[in-house]
């Protein structure tokens, strides 16, 4: 299922990225190759022209070369439509200007050609950018957790050097065993599992990935196929996911202010409805697994 | 309530350290041997991280998840849904800062006193990351095998939908 999903993603956004920019070639959509026939003035700036499109009066700066002149058009002034997209989506790394061949100029009467630069696969550009800028970001997400993970390890390597894990498997047994019947009484994963699920449930964020992440390593101890999951790790991964959180997270509270505190009795009955449906999944899984 | 939370993690570090040294363990050394095992966890996640969060990137960037949308709008309108919805429901299990981005845009164009950015809103509040999650907590491990995890939490994630639809139309309208 994950292998399909993930490819799916890559392979559905190729191919829906390449059917967009090959309709934007069939269409034209970037006018590549149009010449366009301007009137211009010289400036009171020396090297700069101004170019007359459409009653709209666009500061240019004109390099004359002896077999190729082009001009520089600065894109922070008001441009008309399809040289803004231009502007937008040629490749480089430089929007501040485009740069237009100049196919003919006649000083005596005014005139020029210009060509504006082709624009091509926009889509299939934009989506290899964002997964080599993801890939990057991706390093530094992990990286950034190695501290904060540091720190919650170290306070529960002490936690369970002091026997504290094992009195609060003892407080919570009762509760956990009913979901994770295949964990033994008195093994520490269960008072991992539910420090994670107390931090989840007050909305710390911070000390619930770390939390889970013992809580796995915890499980992984007890799993027989070290690469594959066992059913307590997919109940412990389906009860994260479908958030057991009774606060509405931090991030809610600052995007809808006071508005937040009518939807806190909403979220829990919602949070209430996907934990209940990812219990039933899994143990149905599970049960279907078994036959 | 947010004074409360913020007692919590000295409180807990309070505890387990005064617990530590009344067990007379050797608190420091034990905070390292437990700690050196951070940046380990943090490297051996980064494959997964990397292969989960760039085909999201690729799948957003394409503009393929608005296809879909108006795809399932006319399969939403029979059952009463509001369209506007959709994106938080197929963003949510996939990125939490893109779920954040999509609902401050319903908040802007609906108000915040719009059945929709309620439902997007209880959606967001009663589900998490899925994919995410998955990557990191399995990553953690090296297990990628995953077998029915991925399933149970999508069908958490739609389960978490469809309430929140429900449960905001009864309590709002």
């Known amino acids: 299922m994950l292998n399909k999903i993930w490819a799916g993603l890559i392979i559905i956004s190729i191919v829906y990225a390449a059917s967009l920019d ?59 439509d399809p040289w803004l997209k231009v502007a937008h989506h040629q490749p480089g790394s430089n929007k501040e200007q485009i740069q237009a061949e100049v196919i003919t100029i006649q000083p005596q009467t005014h005139q020029l050609q210009l060509r504006l630069p082709e624009i091509h696969w926009v889509k299939i550009r934009a989506i290899t950018q964002a997964a080599f800028d993801t890939a990057e970001f991706a390093v530094k997400l992990a990286l950034g957790l190695a501290g904060i993970m540091a720190l919650w390890l170290g306070l529960m390597q002490i936690a369970e050097k002091s026997g504290l894990v094992f009195s609060f498997v003892k407080l919570i047994r009762p509760l956990l065993h009913k979901l994770f019947p295949e964990i033994p009484r008195d093994h520490p994963a269960l008072g991992s599992i539910g420090l994670n699920l107390a931090a989840n449930v007050l909305g710390l964020g911070n000390a619930a990935t770390p939390l889970g992440i013992k809580a796995m390593q915890h499980l992984q101890q007890l799993n027989t196929h070290k690469d594959r999951a066992s059913n307590s790790m997919c109940m412990f991964l389906a009860l994260n996911t479908s958030s057991v959180q009774l606060l509405p997270p931090v991030t809610l509270i600052a995007l809808m202010g006071t508005q937040v505190s009518e939807l806190i009795l909403p979220i829990i009955l919602a949070t209430c409805c996907s934990t209940l449906a990812a219990v039933i999944a899994v143990k149905l899984y599970t049960r279907a697994g078994k036959l | ?143 990628t095998k995953t077998r029915y995890a991925l399933q149970a939490g999508l069908i958490a994630d739609l389960a978490g939908y469809l309430a929140a639809v429900v449960i905001c139309f009864w309590f709002f309208s």
């Open chain 1, 22 to 80: 090959i309709t934007d070639e069939w269409t034209n959509h970037y006018d590549n190759g149009h010449i366009y026939s301007l009137d211009y003035t010289a400036s009171s700036q020396p090297g700069f022209i101004q170019l007359d499109y459409l009653n709209t009066t666009i500061k240019a700066q004109l390099h004359s070369r002896a077999n190729h002149s082009f001009i520089l058009i600065a894109t922070d002034q008001p441009l008309p």
């Open chain 2, 1 to 143: 309530m947010q004074h409360f939370t913020a007692l919590v993690i000295p409180l807990i570090i309070l505890f387990i350290l005064s617990h530590g040294l009344f067990k007379k363990v050797a608190v420091y050394e034990e905070f390292i041997e437990g700690a050196r095992e951070g940046f380990g966890t943090a490297v051996r996640i980064i494959p997964y991280l990397v292969a989960m969060l760039f085909a999201i990137a690729m799948f957003r960037a394409s503009g393929a998840m608005e296809a879909i949308i108006e795809l399932l709008t006319p399969l939403l309108s029979l059952f009463g849904i509001p369209a506007e919805t959709l994106p938080m429901a197929l963003i949510r299990p996939m990125t939490g800062s893109g779920s954040v981005g999509i609902l401050a845009e319903l908040i802007q164009t609906h108000g915040e006193d719009s059945i929709i950015v309620k439902i997007a809103a209880t959606m967001f509040g009663s589900t998490e990351t899925t994919l995410y999650v998955l990557a990191v907590y399995f990553g953690a491990v090296n297990i």
